[in-house]
């Protein structure tokens, strides 16, 4: 995925000071949004897909009061079937979250959809890739030969 | 093809890293890869500037008891074996970064659970040895190709849209 204008970002964290530095990173990436729970993140979420500007991606934290980042994810995925979005304008999943253990990582990536985790504190490096790996970033991948 | 990383690393060499292989690598490499429900697990020790890199095929040795083949065909050993020759290179596990990629579902329902198994042994046998995962990139419908970047540990990643696995063996 390459996108054509800037996409729109969605931070989903109830710590203010964790959604003040992605919003830091992203800032020159594209529309940014906030919602400090799962709840709000939904709602945002199901409010942009009716102004056909839908999210492209969504950096979601797990634990969080109200909803927490699984049942969000979950919901979001279904919003997304419910609306019958084409492939190309289903929102990408990241999971950005302080818990480490393989249950988690494991549930995130195939119960909740997310198609990237990166474990708290965030790895700045591994962080940029993984712009490069959703398209807002240039992706060496696309303009690297492959050896013969 | 002129391109950003040969400007940074004129003299970075390239491999291919094929099924139940698993490699160190001392000096710079761009190693590329395809996989579908196969796992690769990226190693990166930024002190020495070693990578290492394998992509495996099935999740656990002790449940195929298959003889004479690589060690780096099943995620469990792949993990351990590739984890052991680093640390005889000197590597600490404290300063290891790893990155976990592939693990696709597949069509049918055996292949479903072969990837997901790939993935979840994979964060399992990590977390055993106390090796620190920074990223994740598994799961979803569809195969990935990847580019890991031996010597500063960065790992570039592209779905393959249009291509879910349909059997095992990438």
Known sequence: MNFPQRPRLLIVD???????LLRDLLKDYGLIDEAED???AVELFERAIQENKPYAIVFLDILMPNMDGHEAARRIHRLMDSYELPEE????????SSLHSPDQLMKAHFEDGAL???PKPIDTQAFTEALANLGILPNPIDEF???? | MINRILQRFPDIRQHFLLIAEGRTFASPTAVHTVLGSCVSVTFHC???GLGAMFHALLPRAADYREKNVSTYRYVDTAVTSLWHRLSVLGVDRNEVQCKILGGANALMNDEYACGQKNALVAFETLAELGLRVVA?????RFGRKALFLSHTGEVFVK???QQPPRKPGL
Do not use: C, F, H, W
């Open chain 1, 38 to 40: 799962g709840r709000g």
């Open chain 2, 46 to 48: 930024q002190r020495l």
């Open chain 1, 116 to 118: 990237l985790y990166l």
């Open chain 1, 14 to 20: 109830d710590s203010s000071s964790a959604r003040s």
């Open chain 2, 159 to 161: 779905t393959l849209n």
């Open chain 1, 145 to 148: 030969g492959y050896p013969a």
């Open chain 2, 136 to 140: 994740s990139n598994v799961g979803g």
């Open chain 1, 89 to 96: 304008r289903r929102g990408k999943i990241v999971m950005i």
